[in-house]
């Protein structure tokens, strides 16, 4: 790896490497010069199984990055460099990413004094709101076609194909272990596209949105303020729920995301209500009604779409996921659906809420 560094031009005796956050794709280390005032940097490989065009990834990234950067500029913000992702480029080919014959890798700036949480209070989740909303408001005026890095990944319909894949040609044994959970999921496959419904009804627009707003996707600083949004690799068009729905699906959970305990997964109401608060406030100026009334949708569909995602890479022998232990993806695929049990019992009252909000 300090090869790979050095042609980034990060080099030092004193550097140190260590394994650094959960991701269930990429794999990312933490280095630092050694020097007190040196600079620390986060060096990726990117995962070029499921990312196949690390070119059109990187132009998309450097796309998002460099539009938030001038939007910050405009703005008079003085302090730019504190909250903009800055990525190195290989100092031999000038492109933002470095392929040894083998692996792809990448290089980003460490924003000095964040950290990143797994668990979040009703006010982070406030200035979540905030910040998620902001993020797709300024992104809103981004012309650039981006690509689709993977292509239909917020697309339930397809989700929903190859589940129906996994099940036609998915290990037998898995198949019937999850015999349970799969008959679940499919009495729930209309409702969960009604999102691609609407679209083709033209009630409903695609905007650019970040596709993996989980909790630990989020820089903040120590008193808790959102500084970034990291891990950019799924930006792209796609329905606003997506950025709405998938936080909720990660930081409304009182449980983990693979909790192997169910009684712990529950949908946390307090969390719901002061981030849509947040978002709501945020994106006034763009949100429609009718994406508005199906915010709570949007909180079921992506713990559906997660476990389905889940369970799909289970009966497929885990092929998508890293996982720790043998039935990892199953524990997941049953936490995220117990995840939607407690939202489906809370839809009224959320829906309420949001349009109480709203009339506020
Ligand atoms: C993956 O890379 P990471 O761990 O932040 C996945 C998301 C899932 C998430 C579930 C490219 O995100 O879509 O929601 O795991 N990313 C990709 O934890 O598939
Ligand atoms: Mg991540």
Redesign the pocket.
Known sequence: MKQILACFGVESKELTIDPMG?????DTFKVSSGLPSGNEYVLQRI?NN??KDVDALQRNIEAVTSHIRHKFEESNDLDVDSHSLVFLKDTATGKTYHFDGENFWRVMVFLPGTVTRTTINPENAYLTGKAFGKFQEMLSDLHENLAET?PD?HNMEFRLSQFDDSIANGCPQRLKEASYLIGELQKRRRHACLAERLYRENKLPKRICH??T?V??ILFDEMGNVVCVI?L??VMPSFVFSDFG?FL??AANKGL?DDSNLDNVEFDMEIFKSFSKGYIESTSSFLTDTERDHLPYAAER?AYM?SV??LTDYLNEDK??KISYPKHNLA?AKAQFKLLQSIESHLTEMLEYIQNLNAS
């Open positions: 959960g991701g269930l794709i990429n995962n499921i990312f993977i990944f596709c993996d989980k630990d996707n891990d690799d799924t998938d699906r990660s995301e992506f997660q995602r889940f998508y996921y997941r």
